[in-house]
């Protein structure tokens, strides 16, 4: 593949350009991108800088694309990397720092012009820092390494962003700029400055195990399109794209020398992949603060065929499909689950085989050993799925992998953790056993140091496909981790939902608009209003309630200090204030909705509304006022297509347009 440059120096000609120098090679063709204009232009060999440009003190280590906010566009450079290993000879990098640069100049990111420019760029720092970001110069790490093999002889000629899965490529729509002036007429080839990041996870560790020396890899690719956070991403979209779609991939390196060494040469590759994503179906769970949401199931005509085309790109990526669901068969999630096999009767795909796994039964009283039963039941399908396995002393592959597991739960993260990390494990026996590394009657939990390693990358690894959806670490690591499940990681769990519960009711409104803004998902509209991101426009007394719930609450602790004539004296004080706090307590319960953060450039009002065909579990928390009728009447004003159109009104995603 074509190179990228690795370093780059950034110069700043006042008000006029900022002009990006390739430190290496020598004399390599410069970057300009003209502020007032926005040109992006490629200069000739050699050329030489304006004598007014001054440097940045700052290495850059890549441009990560442009986003265009309310009053300026901004170029995102990364200016700062942390080495996470290596793979294939290339080095793999976490992006730790950014700067953005704005293109106006009256436009400062130090100190912005008003509430909403600030506003928009505190939702691209949030995104760029509160993600984790990996990249490499040399190696594709949006594609499996089947997938590069496949096309290792039309990938030649190509720069590494062409080469990308474009599912993976994460700032696809930040580059779409330099991707455009790429294919405009003229010498403008732009990608040597073209940084495909991938939003996920990389583990690599090296270990001895019978006298070959092995590297274990893991890697997870998120999916950008319907990204976004647990609650306000649910389900699928008309595209056939699901929210929380990840690809994970196992690799096993068998190390020609010693698994220090810098040749990075393996005379084995094995990879494994899974995949996970929510149910495939128009659904979603309303915050109404609740502990439990209510479940709602859109059940329009779009359905079936939005599902199709999911399985439809599975089966075309990665061959036959064996789903395995993890969602509970009563109680909160049996709507889901039951929806789910009568999308999958009706559909009856020939490449699709369905699979329930009962989780919380099988595995009750903390005996998650009994994964082992769903092993079990799959064992056969992942033989004939098989690994993708390339020997040196071959000119083709052993063996290829042919299909692929997709598991879910309800939010595709703690139980499909479990579930993946021991299918993973079983395959790595299996695979390990293939190459004579282990025989016959051997495993791999005989050999503690490579257990060890590889429960550490799985619930590394688990915990960070967690943050990234719904803001805390994963629940049921421990299991993944040390193989056993006891009460202190119980009370851990129980403290982490806790803070998931307060994260996606309060906080996580902002970070799906951060999604949306990062990946194209929302483009500014003829009607939009800017105010609408920074202002309250909740009736009085919604935004009062609450300052008299605290109020309320601080004078009763309050007093408890006041001096007493008497006993009597405070009783009525008392219940005056528990009163008027139980009042305010319930008032915000009735009207949940109107407290939880929703998101605000893609606002859910039609989801939150929808009253069409489908299963509701509950309509808490949209209260009795005004406010809630009029929301009802602006949703429904809006035509909302009826039930039978693509739902792009109906929240479940826009319509990307790079």
């Not at 319930?586 to 893609?602: A, E, Q």
């Not at 004003?637 to 929240?651: N, P, T, V, Y």
Request: charged share 25%; aromatic share 12%.
């Amino acid at each position: 593949m074509k190179t990228l440059h690795q370093r780059l120096n950034l110069y700043t000609d006042g008000n006029e350009t900022y002009t990006f120098v390739p430190v290496d090679p020598v004399g390599a063709r410069s970057l300009t991108i003209y502020r007032n204009s926005g040109d992006i232009v490629l200069n000739p060999p050699n050329t030489p800088l304006p004598a007014t440009a001054e440097r940045s003190g700052k290495t850059i280590y890549g441009i990560i694309g442009m986003v265009n906010l309310l009053m300026s566009e901004y170029v995102i450079i990364l200016t700062g990397r942390e080495l996470k290993g290596r793979l294939m000879g290339q080095n793999i990098f976490h992006a730790t720092e950014y700067d953005i640069l704005p293109l106006n100049p009256d436009v400062s990111v130090s100190n912005p012009p008003n509430p909403v420019e600030a506003h928009l760029q505190g939702l691209v720092r949030s995104h760029l820092y509160g993600g984790y970001f990996l990249f490499s110069y040399g190696w594709d790490l949006t594609r499996r390494l089947q997938a590069q093999w496949t096309s290792i002889e039309g990938d030649k000629e190509k720069s590494l962003w062409e080469a990308a899965d474009e599912r993976f490529f994460w700032n696809r729509f930040l580059q779409t700029r330099f991707i455009e002036v790429t294919y405009s007429k003229g010498d403008n080839n732009l990608s040597p400055y073209i940084l495909p990041i991938i939003y996920g996870t990389f583990d690599i560790r090296a270990t001895r195990i019978n006298g070959n020396y092995l590297k274990l890899c893991l890697i997870s690719r998120r999916s950008r399109h319907r990204a976004g956070t647990r609650y306000f991403r649910r389900g699928i979209d008309n595209e056939g794209h699901v929210a929380n779609f990840n690809e994970t991939e196992q690799i096993v390196l068998l190390e020609s020398t010693k698994a220090d060494s810098a040749e990075d040469e393996s005379s084995v590759q094995l990879s494994f992949v899974q995949i996970r994503g929510s149910v495939p179906l128009y659904w979603a769970e309303i915050n109404t603060l609740r502990y439990k949401p209510d479940v709602q199931i859109m059940d329009t005509r779009d359905t079936l065929e939005a599902t199709r085309k999911h399985f439809q790109m599975q089966n075309a990526e990665y061959g036959k499909t064996n789903l395995v669901n993890l969602v509970n068969h009563k109680g909160h999630e049996q709507p889901v689950k039951e929806a789910y096999e009568h999308q999958m009767a009706e559909l009856n795909l020939p490449n699709v085989h369905y699979e329930y796994f009962d989780f919380h039964n099988e595995c009750k009283h903390m005996r998650w050993d009994r994964i082992s039963v769903l092993i079990d039941k799959i064992q056969d399908d992942l033989v004939n799925n098989g690994y993708f396995h390339l020997d040196a002393a071959h000119e083709k592959p052993v063996k290829v992998q042919t299909g692929v597991v997709r598991t879910n739960c309800m939010d595709n993260l703690d139980r499909t953790n479990v579930a993946q990390a021991a299918i993973a494990k079983w395959t790595l026996n299996r695979q390990l056993k293939a190459i004579g590394v282990l025989h016959e009657t051997d495993s791999i939990d005989n050999y503690e140091p490579l257990v060890e390693e590889f429960r550490e990358m799985w619930s590394d690894h688990a915990n960070l496909i967690s943050i990234a959806y719904s803001g805390t670490g994963a629940l049921k690591v421990e299991f993944t981790k040390t193989g056993k499940r006891t009460h202190k990681g119980t009370l851990e769990d129980g403290y982490k939902s806790v803070m998931r519960y307060l994260k996606n009711n309060f906080f996580d409104g902002a970070r799906q608009d951060a999604f949306d803004l990062m990946t194209g998902a929302w483009l500014p509209r003829r009607n939009w209003s800017p105010s609408g991101l920074v202002a309250d426009r909740r009736p009085l007394l919604v935004r009062a309630v609450p300052y008299v719930l605290w109020y309320s609450i601080f004078m009763i602790f309050a007093g408890l200090t006041l001096p007493r004539s008497s006993d009597y004296s405070l009783t009525y004080y008392f219940l005056l204030w528990i009163f008027l706090a139980g009042i305010a307590l319930t008032f915000i319960m009735i009207h949940g909705i109107s407290y939880v953060s929703w998101p605000r450039l893609l606002p859910l009002t039609d989801t939150i509304y929808y009253d069409g065909p489908g299963f509701r579990s509950g309509n808490h928390g949209k209260g009795f006022g005004i406010h809630a009728l009029d929301a009802k009447i602006s949703a429904k004003s809006r035509g909302r297509k009826g039930a039978s159109s693509k739902l792009d009104e109906i929240e479940m995603g826009s319509k990307r347009i790079d």
